[in-house]
């Protein structure tokens, strides 16, 4: 193969873990605008192979571009979720905060992503599920989000846990974001990512 194709610069949008055991990426300092690197594991991580050159990877702010902030909040809203189940596990307290500690394996906790002014994006309120039970050792959790808050207008997703094991979506989770997505596009937001 002697075609060499020399890739200028990459821009790199959104905020995805390098694996899934570690947390999401810092978003760049400096926020107002334009671009800066943010260091960290998500710069210049292409191998270094005489081919490519030398390219560098410009890791822009999401949150100043309107078409990736949107995501980029979304994502964050997600991620900033865990610490709300805990908050509410903590507050339920007994099997889900033995000797003081929250968990998330005692019944799932979950909330809507809802769209704010401009780009944001928060959850609505954490809607804990049924609790375990500890008689049945093939109890399967289920949860209905309350939907407070929630409309056509603003909603985005949902985002929930999975005491289980398994983090794959269910069936069920699939049937009630396709009907929430649906309901959304009718209202007429169809050119929107949920």
């Known amino acids: 193969m002697s075609?060499?194709?020399?890739?200028?610069g990459i821009t790199v949008v959104g905020q995805r873990r390098v694996a899934s055991g570690l947390g999401f990426p810092i978003r760049p300092s400096g926020g107002g605008g334009g671009g800066g690197t943010s260091g960290g594991e998500e710069e210049?991580?292409?191998?270094?192979d005489p081919n490519w050159g030398q390219p560098e990877l410009?890791?822009?702010?999401?949150?100043?571009?309107?078409?990736?902030?949107?995501a980029w909040n979304a994502d964050a809203a997600g991620a900033g979720a865990v610490a709300k189940f805990l908050l509410k596990a903590a507050e339920i307290g007994f099997a889900d905060a033995?000797?003081?500690?929250p968990t998330l394996l005692n019944r799932e906790f979950g909330s809507f992503l809802v769209r704010g002014s401009g780009q944001s994006v928060d959850t609505n309120q954490v809607t804990p599920g049924e609790a375990r039970d500890q008689t049945n050792p093939n109890w399967v959790s289920t949860l209905t989000i309350d939907p407070a808050g929630v409309t056509t207008a603003n909603y985005l997703g949902d985002v929930h846990s999975h005491p289980n094991g398994n983090d794959l979506p269910s069936q069920a989770d699939w049937d009630g974001f396709m009907k929430n997505n649906r309901a959304a596009r009718e209202f007429g937001r169809t050119g929107e990512t949920f």
Do not use: F
């Open 3 to 8: 075609d060499v194709t020399t890739v200028e």
């Open 44 to 48: 210049n991580t292409l191998p270094d």
């Open 58 to 70: 410009l890791v822009q702010d999401p949150c100043a571009n309107p078409a990736s902030a949107l």
């Open 98 to 101: 033995p000797g003081g500690a």
